[in-house]
T-cell receptor
Framework: GAGVSQTPSNKVTEKGKYVELRCDPI?????LYWYRQSLGQGPEFLIY????????DSGLPNDRFFAVRPEGSVSTLKIQRTERGDSAVYLC??????????????FGEGSRLTVL | AQSVTQPDIHITVSEGASLELRCNYS??????LFWYVQSPGQGLQLLLK??????LVQGIKGFEAEFKRSQSSFNLRKPSVHWSDAAEYFC?????????????FGRGTQLTVWP
């Protein structure tokens, strides 16, 4: 596709359940990022992939959060034992390259997660 | 630690009026600076960015921003606002080097445009 695609666009789950959020980046973009945007706040960095490996996962709030990008393209953010505080919009972004690149991130529309 | 402050949570202007959205940052070195716009149901879109050189940068949709190192500011301006500019605006700072892409965002400024 032309842009970053995120699915599902909306997810409602119950406290304690497991959730997966998927991100399909722009074709050819080697860098992929996950951000979380809580109500009334700006996006907050979670994790960054360069290719298949997580180059920086220091933004993940705790060990219930995990992300993978096994083939260097699509990424999945996984949240175990969801809590009400996990409710937010999860944004995915990709860029042509990190480090020496232009630094422009292309964001998807986000996946809105609601934990009841 | 890096941080971004957008002191105005909500701004209302009349169509055709000028606009300035404030952004102050805290960073240990010269940062990369960005403004993004977020419209309902759409992803964040880059308006403009500052990396180096001329401190007045031009962006899309008629926006510009000026980097003022002495004030640690990167305010966004537009001479004449259009109704379609109503959206939420985020200022962000990024680190140079390998962690480029890890951006620190402000909490955003919601812009309302009156006809």
């Amino acid at each position: 596709g032309a842009g970053v695609s995120q699915t599902p666009s909306n997810k409602v789950t119950e406290k304690g359940k497991y959730v997966e959020l998927r991100c399909d980046p722009i074709s050819g973009h080697t860098a992929l990022y996950w951000y979380r945007q809580s109500l009334g706040q700006g996006p907050e960095f979670l994790i960054y992939f360069q290719g298949t490996g997580a180059a920086d996962d220091s933004g993940l709030p705790n060990d219930r959060f995990f992300a993978v990008r096994p083939e260097g393209s699509v990424s999945t953010l996984k949240i175990q034992r969801t809590e009400r505080g996990d409710s937010a919009v999860y944004l995915c972004a990709s860029s042509l390259m990190a480090g020496g690149g232009t630094g422009e991130l292309f964001f998807g529309e986000g996946s809105r997660l609601t934990v009841l | 630690a890096q941080s971004v402050t957008q002191p105005d949570i909500h701004i209302t202007v009349s169509e055709g009026a000028s606009l300035e959205l404030r952004c102050n940052y805290s960073y240990g070195a010269t940062p990369y600076l960005f403004w993004y716009v977020q419209s309902p149901g759409q992803g964040l879109q880059l308006l403009l960015k500052y990396f180096s050189g001329d401190t007045l940068v031009q962006g899309i949709k008629g926006f510009e921003a000026e980097f003022k190192r002495s004030q640690s500011s990167f305010n966004l301006r537009k001479p004449s606002v259009h109704w379609s500019d109503a959206a939420e605006y985020f200022c962000a700072v990024g680190a140079r080097g390998s962690t480029l892409g890890r951006l620190y965002f402000g909490r955003g400024t919601q812009l309302t445009v009156w006809p």
